[in-house]
């Protein structure tokens, strides 16, 4: 069973900050079947990124993300006021589907 | 525009049944795997199960396997989730989401989420 580990668990920045969050896999996710999905409060999730790199439809450019077998980053270059949300990753690898706890980002 | 409606939520004693339902609109259902998935309060995300787009082929997380049933109307483009024996740790909000393919191919994108519904309310106590 892959447990995924998310950190931090909160980050407090300011608009038009770079900010990198972190997915880590308790052992190899096959063939990077890693997702991200942003949950902005009172929503519901929103994928951003499949196949650990690929932005999905209309996901704006400034998201970013890369990593393989255990070790996962989604990049936002500038935080814009509506990117203020939890991130969640998920691996779709094996049976479990596990996502991560999240990690809140919240302006400072 | 893809749309998925969840109702059927509501406060039910343990170890009762409900069934929960999402209506979908916006794309042809019967080509795409579904899933459900849950949120307890102030908790994250837990995938609860899953659906391949001709209905024949499921999957479940193991605290729910023998107690939940998913299920599809292709017909009526209707999701259903049934749940029994529910506990009160099944008290969550449980969202309906679609998936990019029909199922797990080579590039899994069946079990990728790419559209969600608003969620509807569980809550199991006594």
Do not use: H
């Amino acid at each position: 069973e892959i447990v995924l580990t998310q950190s931090p668990g909160t980050l407090s920045l300011s608009p038009g900050e770079r900010v990198t969050l972190s997915c880590r896999a308790s052992q190899s996710v096959s063939t990077n079947f890693l997702a991200w999905y942003q949950q902005r409060p009172g929503q519901a999730p929103r994928l951003l990124i499949y196949g650990a790199s690929s932005r999905a439809t209309g996901i704006p450019d400034r998201f970013s993300a890369s990593g393989s077998g255990t070790d996962f980053t989604l990049t936002i270059s500038r935080l814009e006021p509506e990117d203020f949300a939890v991130y969640y990753c998920q691996q779709y690898g094996d049976s479990t589907r596990a996502f991560g706890q999240g990690t809140k980002v919240e302006i400072k | 525009e893809v749309q998925l409606l969840a109702s059927g939520g509501d406060l039910v004693q343990p170890g009762g049944s409900l069934r929960l339902s999402c209506v979908a609109s916006g794309f042809t259902f019967r080509n795409f795997a579904m899933a459900w998935v849950r949120q307890a309060p102030g908790k994250g995300l837990e995938w609860v199960a899953s659906l391949n787009d001709a209905g024949d082929s499921t999957s479940y997380t193991a605290s729910v396997r023998g107690r939940f049933t998913i299920s599809r109307d292709q017909a009526k483009n209707t999701l259903y989730l049934q749940m029994s024996s529910l506990r009160v740790e099944d008290t969550a909000m449980y969202f309906c989401a679609k998936g990019r393919g029909p199922y797990c191919d080579s590039g899994c994108q069946g079990r990728v989420l790419d559209s969600w519904g608003q969620g509807t309310l569980v809550t199991v106590s006594s």
